[in-house]
């Protein structure tokens, strides 16, 4: 019977035997040094195709909300040319809203390798008001026309499912041809156990009936919702903006922000009036910002300040949601008594800043617990330590009555320090350094460092051992077994390199 061996052509080796390298040029390390390459461009790919795979996903439920959004526009057609195309155009993009589970509104983590794999993305509700945004802005510096904004609102809405449609072809394309080169080499990634089991699954039968899932849900109507795009997880997306540290330093309201938020949140015609007169904080950006006073004024215990700032982030947000007209539109039914659009909102606010409360509760806690327990505020902070095993940091403090001009350079660098420092200096210690260097800024006490450097203050060298006493034999054991370990452990890598990389010497 004859053997196919032509599947051993897809193996991937590091085979040597017929590489020639200039005579000045080290063979190990050259073979070495390809093989780092080979890995290199086989962890770039997968992390390619990880992206790909991720940006597919996200761009299939783009188009899934789009498309759907768009054949509600496209139902309603007929009745924007007898009614008002606002109102036609609200209430078609609240039934597509109603139409998608809130439960799959927020879009998975990133997996490991993908851009900004530690940063969340917005909810798809955020993606979908940021479009209508979008849309309602090309509208507008287009200088549509009452009468003819329906019809370019889903023409433009048209626009963006192309570009999000071609865009999702070509990246199927790249993710074809990507897999297609990973595939095409055999490696040791590739090898795993086939079957391996010692013990046959036997199926149960299930007690619960086939239709029990569905038994809860309601079959009453669709609720008509103040904001098309809400959904379960807004408040989430608003509480994680209030709560992000990095960001928090960088949003911070403007004047005519901060009067907004000093409205009380009953007072909708002061509020009506005032966006009328200031329609720029309409951004999401001042929506974060009321939302970072919104936090701060938490962890002060100013509980209905907060609460009253988060209100009004959040009418920031639900306006700016409902396109052109929906100051109009969310000022209309909020003051509608009964009007099942306030239930949606109150809830919504309240939702939020009980996040907001909790997380502050919980910061407010860990502070009191730091400051009994004498820790700092997750400060960074410069340490000076031994990285060596079997050496030390001494300090040496250069003498004042020196005549040798390089030590009077020194002590004129000494005598710079900070009291603090040179009183540490001058006990040896170098916890007390430690300690200074710990209430220091960062920049500061790197600067400082570098002082020490060229003033010759510290010095690295190997720890006298007192081989005598119980505890230096002790330490001295330690250091051996860490010495023969370090060789057998060069020793076995040289082995390991010789069985892959035979010399043909």
Request: with cysteine.
């Amino acid at each position: 019977m004859p053997v196919d061996y032509s599947k051993w052509d897809s193996l991937e080796l590091s085979d040597d035997s017929d590489i020639e390298v200039h005579p000045n040029v080290d063979k190990r390390s050259f073979i070495r040094a390809k093989q780092n390459q080979i890995h290199a461009e086989r962890q770039h790919r997968k992390n390619q195709i990880e992206t790909l795979k991720y940006e597919r996903i996200i761009n299939d439920s783009l188009i899934k909300r789009i498309s759907s959004l768009l054949n509600s526009l496209k139902a309603h057609a007929a009745d924007a040319e007898t009614r008002n195309p606002g109102e036609v155009a609200f209430k078609a993009v609240m039934e597509s809203a109603a139409s998608l589970d809130p439960k799959d509104d927020q879009p998975p983590p990133r997996p490991a390798g993908v851009h900004n794999a530690e940063e969340s993305l917005p909810s798809y509700t955020k993606m979908m008001a940021t479009l209508l945004d979008q849309v309602n802005k090309a509208l507008d510096e287009k200088n549509v026309g009452q009468d003819k904004r329906y019809g370019a609102m889903v023409e433009e809405i048209q626009e963006h499912l192309d570009k999000v449609t071609n865009l999702q072809k070509d990246l199927h394309n790249k993710l074809e041809e990507l897999e297609k080169e990973e595939s095409r080499k055999i490696t040791s990634e590739g090898i795993h156990t086939g079957f391996d089991s010692s013990h046959v699954n036997k199926s149960t039968p299930s007690n619960a009936p086939s239709g029990s899932s569905g038994g809860n849900k309601s079959s009453g109507g669709t609720m008509e919702l103040l904001n098309p795009n809400y959904s379960e997880s807004t408040g989430d997306a608003s509480t994680g903006t209030a709560e992000s540290g990095d960001d928090d330093s960088e949003l911070d309201a403007s004047p005519a922000g901060r009067q907004f938020a000093n409205i009380k949140s009953t007072e909708y015609r002061e509020s009506h009036a005032f966006l009328s007169a200031h329609p720029e904080i309409l951004t999401e950006a001042e929506t974060d910002a009321l939302l970072v006073l919104a936090f701060d004024a938490q962890l002060e215990n100013r509980d209905d300040y907060a609460r009253n700032c988060v209100h009004q982030a959040l009418l920031l947000q639900y306006c700016r949601a409902l396109g052109r007209d929906g100051v109009a539109l969310f000022f209309k039914r909020i003051t509608t008594p009964g009007h099942q659009a306030q239930d949606v909102f109150f809830k919504d606010v309240q939702d939020t800043y009980q996040k907001i409360k909790t997380r502050a509760r919980e910061i407010n806690l860990q502070r009191a617990e730091d400051a009994a327990n004498g820790i700092t505020d997750g400060v960074e902070q410069i340490q000076l330590h031994a990285v060596e095993p079997g050496t030390v940091i001494n300090i040496t403090v250069p003498p004042a009555d020196s005549d040798d001009p390089d030590v009077q350079a020194a002590r004129a660098i000494f005598e710079s320090f900070d009291p603090k420092m040179k009183a540490a200096l001058e006990t040896g210690s170098l916890d007390k350094v430690n300690k200074v260097l710990g209430d220091m800024k960062v920049e500061d006490a790197e600067d400082l460092v570098n002082k020490f450097g060229e003033a010759g203050i510290l010095s690295l060298e190997e720890e006298i051992i007192d081989a005598t006493t119980d505890a230096g034999k002790q330490k001295l054991k330690e250091i051996e077994a860490e010495a023969a370990a370090a060789k057998a452990e060069e020793a076995q890598a040289a082995e390991a390199k010789e069985e892959v990389f035979p010399d043909p010497d």
